[in-house]
């Protein structure tokens, strides 16, 4: 009945370490008060060093039953509860020095190294509840790498608007997941539990328990289980103190699992619901779009187009910049693009895909200086006179997934100065050969190909 009493006593460990700390300090700042030969504080300081080790002994048996209690492994705990026991009965060997001294000011050195080795068993302590980094990772980048701190932990989540189905669901969602949740205390370097979550291997290897993912049952993996437990249960991940996971990221975690954890999945793939990304999209993506000062276009003109059948948005509210598409106009041509004219310094990404539009358009297109995103997918678009394209001195974005182009005009495109992505799945491009490198970043399935090093760029 009285088994209680154990661990209740283990919890003041916390309250109780600050006595040794208090006591000892101020024993300290006594004898650095003290001149040569003034015994004034003499007795106090005697007194505080006997307060503060005995401080200590209640700190070393509470800490030890909150480790014997509360599930701490040896592993964490080791360094913390042998300097604690070592600083106190050094407490204990300078009480009996101030007892035999005359001048306390001669004992102000050793007694600086005793409140030294306190407050260094205190830090200890204090990583053991609050994480490594816990001062580090509020200061700015510099000063963290300075303290050894790695920054690249606190990297939070981040989608693009554009593009993010092409995404690698592990590598670009689930590790920056855990990086910013789980890294603090499961790194390389701090292996809470013996379980590492920096890297695939890692991940794939588990902790002190065995592996993290269950390969029989996904989602009862301890990964994600320890996760879902409430809030005060002694095995919630991350300990309750810390910032907890947003429950889109622990969607997106799930869906990963659900998928059987699979390493080589596209986020899209996934079908993720729109509303788990929402919170993560780059909202700054609108410096992705060219700057330009011009205002708003007025509402009715607007309505006007999608009368017509357009999808028109500003980029953002009260942007001059404008998302066009066609989606639900599948009888778009050609000769429709006229209907745009009027908005051509405004229009920065224009879908075109699934319509009727032929390699005309693409010498048409010249006239809209400002497009970045542009997805010609699935039209008739052969790619003849890509090279037309090439006035486009904004377009970073490609889409011409499913329809059949040429290598060689494909390399029309390289001139492009801010192309950073094109998209061409399903164009039976290269066959099973090795794409050619381009400046761009190609994607056409089963290859994904790093855009070359722009130092090896002829122009
Ligand atoms: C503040 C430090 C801290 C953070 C942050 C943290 N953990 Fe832990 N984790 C621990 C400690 C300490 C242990 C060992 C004690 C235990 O098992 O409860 C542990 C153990 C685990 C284990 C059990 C390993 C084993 O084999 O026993 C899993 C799984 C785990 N953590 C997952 C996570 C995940 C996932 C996250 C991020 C969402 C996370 N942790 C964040 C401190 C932390």
Redo the contacts with the bound molecule.
């Keep these: 009945m009285l088994s209680f009493v154990f661990p209740l006593l283990g919890r003041f460990h916390p309250v109780l370490v600050h006595l040794p700390i208090g006591i000892l300090v101020f024993g300290l700042i006594l004898i650095f008060l003290s001149k040569k030969q003034d015994k004034a504080f003499l007795p106090a300081i005697q007194l505080a060093f006997l307060l503060g080790s005995i401080g200590g002994v209640l700190a070393c048996i509470s800490g030890f039953l909150q480790y014997q209690f509360e599930?701490?492994?040896w592993d964490?705990v080791q360094f913390h509860l042998i300097f604690g026991v070592l600083t106190t009965a050094a407490g204990f060997f300078f009480y009996g020095k101030s007892k035999k001294t005359n001048d306390p000011s001669t004992l102000k050195w050793s007694s600086t190294a005793l409140v030294g080795a306190l407050l260094f068993t205190g830090h200890l302590g204090g990583t053991i509840t609050h994480?490594e980094g816990y001062f580090t990772e509020v200061m700015p980048e510099n000063l963290q790498s300075l303290f050894g701190g790695s920054p690249s932990y606190a990297q939070p989540l981040t989608l693009p608007e554009e593009g993010w189905e092409e995404m690698a669901y592990y590598e670009e969602v689930v590790q920056p997941i855990?990086n910013s949740?789980?890294q603090?205390?499961?790194n390389p370097r701090n292996k809470?539990?013996?379980?590492d979550?920096s890297n695939k291997e890692a991940l794939l290897k588990?902790?002190?328990?065995?592996p993290?993912i269950d390969p029989h049952q996904f989602l009862k993996s301890?990964?994600i289980s320890?996760?879902e437990l409430p809030l005060d249960h002694e095995?919630h991940?991350?300990?309750s103190e810390?910032r907890q996971?947003q429950k889109e990221e622990l969607q997106l975690l799930r869906l990963w699992l659900e998928n059987e954890a699979s390493f080589d999945l596209k986020l899209g793939a996934a079908k993720p619901e729109k509303k788990w990304l929402e919170p993560f999209f780059q909202r700054e993506e609108i410096s992705f779009y060219p700057t330009v000062s011009s205002a708003a276009v007025a509402e009715d003109s607007l309505a006007q187009l999608r009368k017509k059948g357009f999808y028109v948005e500003p980029i953002a509210q009260g942007s001059s910049l404008l998302k066009v598409s066609c989606i639900n106009f599948p009888d778009f041509q050609d000769q429709n693009l006229g209907d745009l004219a009027s908005l051509k310094g405004h229009i920065v990404y224009l879908d075109l895909s699934g319509t009727k539009v032929s390699d005309q358009i693409l010498t048409k297109l010249k006239d809209f200086p400002l497009l970045t995103v542009l997805k010609l997918s699935h039209t008739q678009v052969k790619g003849a006179n890509l090279e037309s394209l090439n006035s486009l001195k904004n377009l970073k974005s490609l889409y011409i997934n499913g329809i059949s182009i040429a290598q060689a005009d494909l390399e029309k495109l390289d001139k492009l100065p801010m192309l950073e992505k094109v998209f061409a799945y399903e164009t039976g491009l290269f066959g099973n050969e090795l794409p050619k490198k381009f400046k761009f970043k190609l994607e056409i399935g089963s290859y994904e190909l790093p855009p070359i090093p722009s130092d090896t760029i002829v122009y």
């Design positions: 599930g701490f492994s964490t994480g855990l949740n789980c603090s205390c499961h809470k539990g013996g379980l979550l588990g902790g002190e328990n065995g993290v301890s990964l320890r996760m095995d991940m991350p300990p810390k996971p």
